[in-house]
């Protein structure tokens, strides 16, 4: 149990362009969804969390208009890099969790942005 | 203001011995500690978690043994196998906190050689 699905798993696209990350809970209904991005050789970087119909919270220093964060229902979050560049290329990867269970992760996006 | 702390970035052991991986934290807020297990590529797996209240869990072959005094945990596989070559990462949180988010650590690679 406690499958989460991530798709796409690798995107390159043309700079400027927006991406839509999927994050979906296959087995449970998540209360809280999480984003992180993960820069090669350092640890996960938390971006956002997000609850079931309300707005996402976003940590320090991250762009809420740049990363946008949907979170539809209890088993999908999405998340959209608008007008993507260069520097935006790197590794996003989902969480989800119900209450009193550990965060399950996606497999992760590779985002490389031309 | 790293908060979560692996040392050691890569580690070597011999197949059929123990591996030990270690991790500190500084805040002493933190209440609720995990390891997870990363492939490259892929999301990390949830391995074994901890609360403050206890100084030792154990699954299997993982063992976690939690020193709250000096703010500091282990992780130890016995015997080591060769599929358990990945990146090892703790994570803390704050348990009773309302989104549970993790603060994750940079990161151990294990090597287990055959």
């Known amino acids: 149990g406690a499958v989460v699905s991530q798709h796409p798993s690798w995107v390159i696209c043309k700079s400027g362009t927006s991406v839509k990350i999927e994050c979906r809970s296959l087995?449970?209904?998540?209360?809280?969804m999480f984003w992180y991005r993960q820069f090669p050789k350092q640890s996960l970087m938390l971006m956002a969390t997000?609850?079931?119909?309300?707005?996402?919270?976003?940590e320090q220093g991250v762009e809420k208009d740049k990363f946008l964060i949907n979170h539809a229902s209890l088993t999908l979050s999405t998340l959209t890099v608008t007008s993507a560049h260069p520097e935006d290329s790197s590794f996003y990867i989902c969480s989800a969790r119900r209450f009193g269970q550990p965060q399950h992760f996606g497999d992760g996006t590779r985002l490389s942005i031309l | 203001d790293q908060q979560v702390k692996q040392n050691s970035p890569s580690l070597s052991v011999q197949e059929g011995r123990i591996s030990i991986l270690n991790c500190d934290y500084t805040?002493?807020?933190?209440?609720?500690f995990l390891w997870y297990k990363k492939y490259p590529a892929e999301g990390p797996t949830f391995l074994i978690s901890i609360s403050s209240i206890k100084d030792k869990n154990e699954d299997g072959r993982f063992t976690v043994f939690l020193n709250k005094s000096a703010k500091h945990l282990s992780l130890h596989i016995v015997p080591s196998q060769p599929g358990d070559s990945a990146v090892y990462f703790c994570a803390a949180s704050v348990y009773g906190g309302a989104t549970n988010k993790l603060i994750f650590g940079t990161g151990t690679l294990l090597a287990v050689q055959p």
């Open positions: 997000s609850n079931e119909g309300s707005k996402a919270t976003y």
């Open positions: 087995d449970f209904q998540a209360t809280t």
């Open positions: 805040n002493s807020m933190f209440d609720y």
